[in-house]
């Protein structure tokens, strides 16, 4: 591992190069030692400078300096974490996702926004699936209301991680919730994603009975333990004399296979499988009321456009007399968006014909993005789409 940072502690440079090593005690050693140098700050330097370098560290040294900033609540590490999630390297990743939940937690604010902004630019082209443990990290602050909302609104706009989203959400046992969860089990139904369902199914019996999977299985609480417990997986490879990328070869798929099928055969007929069976079958039991929008429109953060409409309704002289969620109430009582049109038009005096026109092309859209309770939540944009799956 080349060191590039200037660190003039011969010692500090020595167990920098111990993170290279593949004897398990020299790298606890080392980690241990180094965590402790929290003052110095060309050590931090190095070890973000090795982080930055992750792709092309050929042994674990980057997941054991991810490890060092994370005990050392680094924060000025938070962007070049967060670019660890741009990579199929699991550990890594999961390294990553650790240190920025310590960071955040000793620093307040120095994680949460950067990783919202981090998402954003991710969610229509994300090759990696870094929004997923991005996510996660913001999973671990689901009780700050910012975090909370952000993620409500990002599970209308990303069907793609909707799935994992709705597990963060539960957490919140906050039931108004179920109503998003509605219009994903309801479209989900509709285009028979059987896992989809499966995993809606439970968000919602999970929420609806106030149970929480952080309470349920707060063993996946990873970032709490020690390090060397946390990572003794990985020590243990090393030790053998594994690097991460022989991990994948055809013997350890056949060994994997084998502890799968094992694990399987021991849990038929246990305890723990007749205790899954009497919650699967609660689960399926479980009743789902009705789509209900006024409930919808309480807990749903607006999407970009609907905000581009309120702002429109205002520039017309409307915005005194209705929100967005007034014309959203109305559509849904409505047959066609050329009545929303004439309602509204007969309030206020539109300047021309061609003003008309563009504010019905804001209505139309509102009419095709907003949920219906004759739809059972879904939008017409929604069933169109389930239409054209239909036909593929």
């Given at each position: 591992?080349?060191?590039?940072?200037?660190?003039?502690?011969?010692?500090?440079?020595?167990?920098?190069?111990?993170l290279?090593?593949?004897?398990?005690?020299?790298?606890?050693?080392?980690?241990?030692?180094?965590?402790?140098?929290?003052?110095?700050?060309?050590?931090?330097?190095?070890?973000?400078?090795?982080?930055?370098?992750?792709?092309?560290?050929?042994?674990?040294?980057?997941?054991?300096?991810?490890?060092?900033?994370?005990?050392?609540?680094?924060?000025?590490?938070?962007?070049?974490?967060?670019?660890?999630?741009?990579?199929?390297?699991?550990?890594?990743?999961?390294?990553?996702?650790?240190?920025?939940?310590?960071?955040?937690?000793?620093?307040?604010?120095?994680?949460?926004?950067?990783?919202?902004?981090?998402?954003?630019?991710?969610?229509?082209?994300?090759?990696?699936?870094?929004?997923?443990?991005?996510?996660?990290?913001?999973?671990?602050?689901?009780?700050?209301?910012?975090?909370?909302?952000?993620?409500?609104?990002?599970?209308?706009?990303?069907?793609?991680?909707q799935?994992?989203?709705g597990?963060?959400?539960?957490?919140?046992?906050?039931?108004?919730?179920?109503?998003?969860?509605?219009?994903?089990?309801?479209?989900?139904?509709?285009?028979?994603?059987?896992?989809?369902?499966?995993?809606?199914?439970?968000?919602?019996?999970?929420?609806?009975?106030?149970?929480?999977?952080?309470?349920?299985?707060?063993?996946?609480?990873?970032?709490?333990?020690?390090?060397?417990?946390?990572?003794?997986?990985?020590?243990?490879?090393?030790?053998?004399?594994?690097?991460?990328?022989?991990?994948?070869?055809?013997?350890?798929?056949?060994?994997?296979?084998?502890?799968?099928?094992?694990?399987?055969?021991?849990?038929?007929?246990?305890?723990?499988?007749?205790?899954?069976?009497?919650?699967?079958?609660?689960?399926?039991a479980?009743?789902?009321?009705?789509?209900?929008?006024?409930?919808?429109?309480?807990?749903?953060?607006?999407?970009?456009?609907?905000?581009?409409?309120?702002?429109?309704?205002v520039?017309?002289?409307?915005?005194?007399i209705?929100?967005?969620?007034?014309?959203?109430?109305?559509?849904?009582?409505?047959?066609?968006?050329?009545t929303?049109?004439?309602?509204?038009s007969?309030?206020?005096?539109?300047?021309?014909?061609?003003?008309?026109?563009?504010?019905?092309?804001?209505?139309?859209?509102?009419?095709?993005?907003?949920?219906?309770?004759?739809?059972f939540?879904?939008?017409?944009?929604?069933?169109?789409?389930?239409?054209?799956?239909?036909?593929?």
């Open positions: 591992m080349e060191i590039e940072a200037k660190i003039e502690n011969p010692a500090i440079k020595k167990r920098l190069n111990d290279d090593s593949d004897n398990p005690r020299m790298i606890k050693e080392a980690v241990n030692y180094l965590a402790r140098r929290d003052k110095n700050k060309q050590l931090k330097t190095a070890l973000r400078d090795i982080v930055e370098n992750f792709r092309i560290c050929e042994s674990l040294a980057a997941i054991w300096a991810i490890v060092i900033l994370g005990i050392m609540r680094d924060k000025e590490a938070v962007y070049c974490l967060l670019d660890v999630f741009e990579s199929d390297e699991d550990f890594t990743q999961e390294a990553a996702a650790d240190a920025l939940v310590l960071i955040e937690r000793a620093h307040p604010g120095s994680v949460v926004p950067a990783t919202i902004e981090f998402i954003e630019r991710r969610i229509d082209n994300d090759p990696f699936h870094a929004k997923i443990f991005a996510v996660g990290v913001l999973g671990e602050f689901v009780d700050q209301i910012s975090v909370k909302n952000f993620l409500i609104k990002l599970f209308e706009k990303d069907k793609d991680i799935d994992f989203i597990s963060v959400l539960v957490n919140t046992k906050d039931k108004g919730i179920l109503e998003i969860l509605k219009r994903s089990l309801v479209f989900a139904e509709q285009v028979e994603d059987g896992i989809a369902i499966d995993e809606m199914k439970w968000h919602y019996y999970y929420l609806a009975n106030g149970i929480s999977y952080a309470e349920k299985y707060p063993e996946n609480k990873l970032w709490k333990q020690n390090w060397e417990q946390r990572w003794e997986h990985l020590l243990e490879r090393v030790a053998k004399g594994d690097s991460e990328e022989e991990s994948d070869d055809d013997t350890d798929t056949e060994k994997m296979e084998e502890r799968f099928k094992e694990m399987e055969r021991k849990f038929k007929g246990s305890e723990l499988d007749r205790e899954f069976k009497k919650e699967l079958a609660e689960r399926d479980q009743e789902i009321e009705p789509f209900c929008l006024e409930k919808w429109l309480e807990i749903r953060q607006r999407s970009d456009f609907e905000d581009e409409f309120q702002r429109a309704l520039l017309i002289g409307a915005g005194d209705w929100q967005v969620e007034d014309i959203q109430k109305a559509m849904n009582e409505s047959r066609s968006p050329g929303i049109v004439k309602t509204i007969e309030k206020i005096n539109l300047p021309d014909e061609k003003s008309l026109t563009v504010f019905f092309e804001y209505v139309n859209q509102l009419w095709n993005n907003t949920p219906r309770e004759e739809l939540g879904l939008t017409p944009a929604e069933k169109m789409e389930i239409y054209y799956l239909s036909q593929e």
